[in-house]
Structures are given as structure tokens and as C-alpha cells.
């Protein structure tokens, strides 16, 4: 790791981006983290203008009968949702079979949305601290209006505005950046039960101080989002998977090589999981959706379990924001995303899970310890309840190092949130795990980050979580 | 590098695989690339070995007509020719749209086969060298009968003995490997352009003693490999791209981080190729195939280019090996995949570029400087050509530092061959690239071999055939 000496242009390193003076990169993010009262907007005076953007910025939203919804119509043939322009997102079936787990075969509903978006960050240095630019933004699916978002969060149609409409703000900064200054630049998922193969472009940039923050933007330290991600409903989920992808500061450290698995087993334990199992997810009409029923209100399933999909109406207070009309997802009750931490050798490793999720582009990405909605295995026996999911229940507050409710993304889901735990287990706590499991370390998974395709956006919060820990 | 001392199973370092005397993993490669000779066979006994497997196992193969394949048929509503059992492969139509290239919309049969296959290398020391357990083959598709392939090389269908058959040979060495023996484990594609999202499990184990090599098996150094490699049809695409996935054993060198692009620059490419470009391949009846169409013999394009889809009667002198029929995927020309290499600061860099191949799991694969069939363009104006084929057709014979017409897969294809260049340019020829291409340095290609789809078919090879530079 090179420190403090000034990398040249031409032969720089793979991991570091050094400023003028000369800071390889791991030390300037190290600073900016222990920044946790910032260089520009004090903690006080950041709540003072969150809370001004929510009130002047949230959205009026109003449940409509699916019927209702203006520009968006259900196909003749296959009854699938879309929007009369063919872009945007579509509600469509899809057909899943596996040769895994109690369920082999079933239909659901499922949004496509195959552009790829962009989703990043600007950071810039002031007054020698690296500084993330962020944005209050409202979405409609919102709990509580306005959440804290990248610098842009902006999908294909809206920042190529095919559809005329203004400018997406910053959006410069991300369309062709100078290569040197790109810190993170990687595709990645995003929920594999409720989009089909969705990935987003996540982008961490570093520009000069010529860029500044609009009325919407306040520049703030990984130190204080650390601290606001704590906060419920408040950092928002595109937000979180971005800085999930900057790269871990701490990872030069002596911990490098000390896991428990080497990187070529972790490695090696994802193709298997891969190769073991067969899964087909074909687009299906939503019309023939087994179990799924369109009333006036919702696409629901019979049993009442998972998600519906209803239709808003959403206006703002202001004049320049058109009101318009969206389907939304609703998820059925509150989700748990939960990682078990555990010192082995002195080192921290995570317990992660190799997941099947019918959405992902490659069959198994990496999740929390356990993910799922509680209540959907009340009425089951103990053995059929997910692994670890007592362990997560029976937590002590003493060993909960991280516990908040946050929302999952307001722009496709109706109030959708997890309570996400990083929970620390005791030295005694069996080190071996079954075959989806495995212990893995903070730079080995900062190192699957580099990569498309290997953490869930749920355990990609998590490792936001971990990072942000004291 | 740990380059002599034993690693504690704990805590092991994630690129070192240790022998008992506790030589570090590129080492112990580095070593076998320089035993030339071999400390089992020496290269006149190969060949003599080999020539006898070629007399004796080869196989009989007749052109049939389509409608003559036993145990196959057409479907009546798609036209798609699949296997009565539902198994094995089939040939099904693909429409693709994109926003790329000069022709943005057609349609073409291509080969599903949607379960993941084995390529397995067997590594053992031997006299303190490590060999390679390589196997001579028959292919139908072969152009010479037997070719050199890895020690397993089966499908999903072949080793599980869905079908009943006799057990896979060294299978063992693959299901259930000691993790801390496995070299490497990762799956890869195969051609984008004639199977749809093939990917195959790409594995190298090392073995204890206990393991030897049965009739059809011989052991040699990655030294022979190498100059194997060079013989026209001689190593099959399956052992080229295994060989390719194993560690490079000069990564450990100063070159590490001496590249023209960071690591990271070079990922953020990749992300922005696959981000730039929008191309759906869905499935689509291959009676609907517009362009195709079916005759007695194939099915081919009206223009007479790309490929046939044909019919071959299989049998064999040996009776413990059952006649059976099957199609086979015909290219139309010789192809061509070279890579240009330069020394840029003193370091090796070689030209990749990005490539969309509608069968690819993710859009975007690195390929070769140059992957196409020259005769295809031969009618067109040079500025219609590909990009950097006249570098590659007037290269000088002292510049080119490999030079071999090479098999792909045997058992799909017909007569398939590419002829793989690599080729050393001047210091005088352009440091700057189009926005497709991008030089590279063997260390990263190394670290993006790691990873699934990165590094295309073609251009494994050429890794390969790198590695067997003197």
C-alpha cells in the first residue's frame, strides 16, 4: 500500500487514486470516516435541512384501482403491466423451476426493467476531507416521503431523456469520467424475488472543486452517513449498494490473507452452489400466474403471503414535478436482513449465505445470514424455519452492534423495509457451516464487490452497516 | 509470496497452495512450465502413445440426412430439433435486437444446453514436479479423430448417469474436492455466437499418489502442454481453457501493478461496454428463423455464411462405446482470433477487446484484438473490415510469436478451426485504443480469470498460448 507517495500517471496502482498531495486512497477514505461531524453541514445542521427537504419536497400519493392508472395499460395476450410507451418498467409474469428447496416450481409477478441505470456518488475533497455529495430525493414509495440518495439515481430513459424532461443534475460527472478518478464502477443487483435480472451501474467518482451542491445536495463525510444510516428510513437503498462498492479502506491491512477459507475457496464454494443447482425463470403471462388474482385494488396471492402489486396516483407540491400515475410492489409484512459476526483467529468474519433468487442473472449471489419476513414461518415448526433465524431472535441488545429499519428502493416498492441486524456471536459458536454457508472476511468481500454478481443488495447494505461500525 | 514456508491450514494466504514440503503454489507451477521433457513420458513417448489412441479410438463418422438422426426430432410447433429425452442439448431459434453494430436485428439457431458441465484437470506432483492428467479424447466433430482434453470433461447428464452408462473416470477428483487442493474453480463460457449462456465448471485439483493414470490417460508437465499447444488440432478448446484458468505463475512478480490501466480502470471499462449496449437474445421457433431455412442435409443461411446445422451417424471400433446419432454445428471458414501483445514501459500488455456475442450471460465478454472469419468481409471495403485485421494479415513471421490452427469443441462442432496468432507489434504502434479495445497486462487478465464472464473462449486460448511463450 503505498501512502504517501505520488503514484505516476502512467504505471499507477490497481487500488489507489491519490490526490494532488499525493494520499493514496485507503488513507483519505479512512480520514473522511473518522469525519463524523463534517467539513461543510454540521450533524444539527444537516437534520435542519433534511427535515426542510421533507416537508417542502415529499410527494402526495393516493392509492387508485388498478384500472385507474393513466398511460399504463394490462396486454391483451399475456396480461402483463406496461407502460403505453414500452419503456420504464413492465409488471409481468415468470416461471420459476428449480431442483431446490421445498418449492420446485411456481409463477409470480415479477418487474422488468432491463436498462441499466446509473447510480452514483460524487466525492470531492474540502478542506482536505473527502466529502460524499447527496441528495434529498422523494420517491412515492417512500414511508416517509424523502430518503437520502446517491448524487444521481437515474435510470437510462431519464438521463438519455428520451422522454424530453430536464436534465438529471450531476449526471456529467458520471457519463465520462476521467478514468483516474473513478473509484468504483460496477454492475449489481438488486431484489432477485421482485425484479428480473434488474442490475444497476453503481459509481463512485472523484470531481474537482469546480462541482457544487444544488439546493437538493449537501455534502457529507463517510463518517456522517456511518451515523445516518443508523437512522430509520433515512439513507436510502440505492445510496446504501453505492457505498457498499467503494473500496474498503481497511483493506490493506494485516488481515488481508487471514480467513478462514482462502480466496480461492470462497471463490470455489460460489461456482459450486452455481453448478449445483439448475434453475429456469422464464417470462410467463401474468394472466397465467398460478395462485396470483387481479381484483380492482391489487395482483395478490391466494394465500394472502409475499407482495401485491397495487397502482398510486402522485402529485407534488411543486409546479415543475408533473403528477403521474405507477404501479408499486407491497411487500406483506417486515423483512429481516441479518449477518452473524464472529472473531476467528482474531479476525472478523461474516456468516454469509449463498442464496438462489429466482430475479438474479447468475442463478446464486451472496445474502446476510438470514433474509426473509418472519411472520411467513410463525405457524411452521422450528426445523422448517430459516437456518440461524433463532439466533437472530434470541439476540442479546449487548451483541446487536447494528440494528435499524430501512427502506428498501420507494421508486418500484410501496413501503417496503428490513430491519437490518449485524449481530456478534460468542467465540463458542460453531465455526463450521453448512453448505450454504460460509464465514468470510471484510477484504474477501470487498474484493467479491469489485465484481458483478456476488453480494445480494441486502447484504450489500450490511457490509455498508460494517463499515460504518465504531 | 510465501515462496518457502508452510502455510498453517487456518489461516492459509489466498494464492498459495503448498506441497508437503511447502513450496509455494507458483512455484511449483513455474517449475512444471519448465520441465519441457516431462518426468513420466518423454515427448517422442507422448506422441507415440498419442498416435496410437488416435489409430485406435477415433471414431466413424458419416454425414446423414436430418430427418435421419435416431432420437431426435423436430418439434412440431417450434421446429426447435431436440433429443427425445429432453436431455443432452438442443438447437432452438434466438431472435436478437441490440443498439449496436451494423446490423441490429436477426435471427439463428443456436445450441441450448442449459446444465453445467465439468472440465476438470487432474494436478499431481510426480518426481517433485507437478503433471497434468490428460486424457485422449474422440469427438465426432473432430477434423483428426482424438484430441488431448482435460482429465473429465462431462456433462451434468454424463456424471450424475441420468441415462445409466458407465461411471465417469476420475469424476471423483471433481465432486467433492479438499478445498485447499482446489487451484482453480470457476465457470466459463463458451462461443457466445453459437451456444446460448453455455457456461462450463472449469476445475483444477491436485491429487495424491493414490491416483494414477488409466489406458486412455497420461501425465504431463505444463511444459509439454505448452509446446503441445503449438501442433495443429492437437490440445482441445476444453484442456485450452482450463489451462488458461489455472494461477498465473509469473503474477507474483514486479509487474503486479505496472500496468498501462488500473485495475480498476480496466473493471470500469468492462462496466461501461456493458452498460453502453442494450441487446435482448430471446428465444425464438427455429421454423421462424428468418434467413434460415431447412433442406434435406442442413440448415443454413440463405447467403451461404456463418454456419450449417448438419446430421452425423456416430460408431466406433470399440464395442464397449454404442452407435449413436447426432447434429452438429458446422462453421462455414477458417476462423481467425489473434492478439496483438507490445511492451509498454517494459511490461507485456495484449490488446483485448469488448465483445457482444448474443449467447453471452452478460452482454459483454473480452475477446481476442481480432475474432472473425476473414472471408466473410473479403468483398467489403477495407474500412468495413474489422478493426486491426490488416494488422494482423501483414504481420511479419519474426513478429509472430504463435501460430497454431486450433479445434473448438468436438463434440458440438463440425470441423471447427481457428487459427491463433499472437503477434508483437512495434513500440512505434499506438498506445491509444478505440473505445472497444483495451490494452491489458497479463497479471490482470490473470486476476479477471478469476472471475466469471470476463475472458471469452477465444481469447482463453490465447492466454494459454501466452503462457507457452518461451
Known sequence: MQMDSTVEPLYSSGSTVSSR?????????????????????????????????????????SRIPLG?????????????????????????????????????????????????????????EIDGVLHCLMQAKPEPGNLNGVQLSPTVQATKSNYTRVHGGSAVPYMDCFIDPDPSRVLADVLQSEQGSWFFRKRNRNMVVEVGPEVEAGEDFCWVTLGQLGGLLRHPDLVNMDARTVLSCIPDWRAGSSTRNAGLHSDTEI?????????RHEITAEPWPLREAAGWHRSDEAISHESGLFFSIVAVDVSSHRREVPAWSQPLLEPHGLGIAALLVKRIGGVSHALLSARVEPG????VELGPTVQCTP???????????????????????????????????????QHARSRYLIIEVDEDFP?????????????????????????????????????ALP
Chains 1, 2 share one sequence.
Request: with cysteine; aromatic share 10%.
Open 267 to 275: 471463490r470455489s464454494w460460489i461456482t459450486t452452489r452455481r453448478a
Open 68 to 124: 385507474d392508472l393513466r398511460g399504463w395499460n394490462f396486454a391483451p395476450g399475456t396480461g402483463n403491466l406496461r407502460h403505453d410507451s414500452g419503456r420504464f418498467f413492465s409488471v409481468e409474469g415468470l416461471r420459476v423451476r428449480s431442483d431446490y428447496g421445498p418449492v420446485r416450481e411456481w409463477c409470480q409477478p415479477i418487474i422488468h426493467q432491463p436498462e441499466i441505470g446509473v447510480l452514483g456518488i460524487a466525492v470531492r
Open 375 to 413: 411472520e411467513s414461518y410463525d405457524h411452521l415448526p422450528s426445523g422448517q424455519r430459516p437456518r440461524y433465524l433463532d439466533v437472530v431472535l434470541d439476540r442479546r441488545p449487548e451483541r446487536t452492534l447494528f440494528d435499524a429499519v430501512l427502506s428498501e428502493e420507494g421508486g418500484r416498492f
Open 431 to 467: 465455526t463450521e457451516a453448512p453448505e450454504d454457508f460460509r464465514w468470510v472476511t471484510l477484504p474477501q468481500v470487498n474484493e467479491l464487490l469489485k465484481y458483478s454478481h456476488h453480494l445480494n443488495v441486502q447484504a450489500r447494505t450490511l457490509v455498508a452497516g460494517m463499515r
Open 360 to 363: 438474479f442473472l447468475d442463478v
Open 21 to 61: 498531495r499525493g494520499r493514496a486512497l485507503p488513507a483519505r477514505l479512512a480520514a473522511s470516516a473518522l469525519a463524523t461531524e463534517g467539513g461543510v453541514m454540521s450533524n444539527e445542521a444537516f437534520h435542519a435541512w433534511f427535515e426542510e427537504r421533507q416537508r417542502t419536497h415529499a410527494l402526495q400519493v
